[in-house]
């Protein structure tokens, strides 16, 4: 059985998956780091409550300037939590910002 694979912009994986906000609870406005969980401690054992219990609800932001579902280990930057979880046999990858670094 195959995945179906989506990339999607972040405006749209915002609106499809929403994004759970996990500081600054009085903002109105969107700020990334509102909604990032980090890599260890407190915010890690969150992290990995929600992969035991609602695993399809896990992202990571990747050292590349994506997310893509599901908890990873390499080149993570932060965990994120959304209230939609991913369809069954479906992997996403999301584009957060270009990596503009050119290669010497």
């Known amino acids: 059985m195959t ?5 999607l912009d972040f405006e749209q994986w915002v609106a499809d998956f929403e994004p759970v906000r996990v500081k600054n ?3 109105d406005d969107f700020e990334f780091d509102d909604y990032a969980l980090e890599t260890y401690g407190h915010e890690l054992s969150c992290v990995r409550f929600m992969l ?4 399809d609800t896990v992202w990571t932001l990747h050292d ?3 997310i893509s579902d599901g908890y990873h280990l390499v080149n993570r930057l932060n965990y994120l939590i959304t209230k939609k979880p ?5 992997n996403f990858e ?11």
């Open 3 to 7: 995945n179906d694979f989506t990339r």
């Open 94 to 104: 999301i584009t957060v910002w270009e990596d503009t670094e050119e290669e010497e």
């Open 52 to 55: 035991a219990f609602f695993p």
């Open 86 to 90: 991913v369809p069954n046999n479906h």
């Open 25 to 27: 609870f009085e903002r």
């Open 64 to 66: 590349g300037g994506f």
